[in-house]
T-cell receptor
Framework: SQTIHQWPATLVQPVGSPLSLECTVEGTSNPNLYWYRQAAGRGLQLLFYSVGIGQISSEVPQNLSASRPQDRQFILSSKKLLLSDSGFYLC??????????FGPGTRLTVT | AQSVAQPEDQVNVAEGNPLTVKCTYSVSGNPYLFWYVQYPNRGLQFLLKYITGDNLVKGSYGFEAEFNKSQTSFHLKKPSALVSDSALYFCAVRVLMDSSYKLIFGSGTRLLVRP
């Protein structure tokens, strides 16, 4: 069966510091991968998606970036965090572009 | 514009009563529709989907959803609510944008089941 991991689970970072969040998927090959941000426990904002290694599409221009160095690894990064980057970050995967399966999430607080 | 609407911020129901969480959509073509549930500080869990076939779709934890093409709705239902069903529920629709399939999520409905 497939599983998806995210780490860290929680993170507190000062403004201006770098960020690296990691997501890995097990039990599937060549999945579509997604990064979402959820603010205030409500709506989901799609940040990035990837259909293959090195293929990244950005939905929202901002100071975040994403990379996919391996088939089942998806990384969300920032060189300098802003207060507005605080939120709950969710990684998801899908096969055949149908339902998506979500990881446990990372709670990021920028202070 | 393609969109999903969840008109209720919160739904309150007594344990043992039936529950309905509403969702309407606006997409071109035949919709692929989904329901997810989120517990506090957790990721979203997939409940069920409609792609084609029977309008009544059964999913996890006793939930079901009814697809109504004429009303462009996909309401989530459960015959008998449990306190443990209290959570945040999201409706989503698959759309084709920029040559890729993506999910558009509603704003979420908080379900509160009182004992």
């Amino acid at each position: 069966s497939q599983t998806i991991h995210q780490w860290p689970a929680t993170l507190v970072q000062p403004v201006g510091s770098p960020l690296s969040l990691e997501c890995t998927v097990e039990g599937t090959s060549n999945p579509n991968l997604y990064w979402y941000r959820q603010a205030a426990g409500r709506g989901l904002q799609l940040l990035f998606y990837s259909v293959g290694i090195g293929q990244i599409s950005s939905e929202v221009p901002q100071n975040l970036s994403a990379s996919r160095p391996q088939d089942r690894q998806f990384i969300l990064s920032s060189k300098k965090l802003l207060l507005s980057d605080s939120g709950f970050y969710l990684c998801a995967w899908s096969e055949l572009a149908v339902e998506q399966y979500f990881g446990p999430g990372t709670r990021l607080t920028v202070t | 514009a393609q969109s999903v609407a969840q008109p209720e911020d919160q739904v309150n129901v007594a344990e043992g009563n039936p529950l309905t969480v509403k969702c309407t959509y606006s997409v071109s073509g035949n919709p692929y529709l989904f329901w997810y549930v989120q517990y506090p500080n957790r990721g979203l869990q997939f409940l069920l989907k409609y792609i084609t076939g029977d309008n009544l779709v059964k999913g996890s934890y006793g939930f079901e959803a009814e697809f109504n093409k004429s009303q462009t709705s996909f309401h989530l239902k459960k015959p008998s609510a449990l306190v443990s069903d209290s959570a945040l529920y999201f409706c989503a629709v698959r759309v084709l944008m920029d040559s890729s399939y993506k999910l558009i999520f509603g704003s979420g409905t908080r379900l509160l089941v009182r004992p």
